[in-house]
């Protein structure tokens, strides 16, 4: 059974997050900067899956419209 990849990166980004709220929360304060590229890698991941989405949706309303002017 093949894993779809973007299925992964759907739990692995919030994962992180919360992983770098709870250091940021629990730690120390000389470890608290290990805990921010963590968080900031998530929100990219998850901001860049949105993005890449509504481009992709973009084309395809841009495909559709170009076939509609066809007919």
């Known amino acids: 059974m093949k894993i779809n990849k973007g299925f992964i ?8 997050i919360l992983i770098s709220v709870l250091g940021l929360i629990l730690r120390e304060n000389t470890k608290k ?16 899956r949105d993005v890449r989405r509504k ?9 559709i419209k170009s076939y509609q002017k066809c007919k």
């Open 9 to 16: 990166l759907s739990f692995v980004a919030p994962c992180m």
């Open 55 to 63: 481009l992709y949706r973009k084309n395809i309303l841009k495909k």
């Open 33 to 48: 900067t290990f805990y921010l590229p963590i968080g900031l890698m998530g929100i990219l991941i998850i901001l860049e």
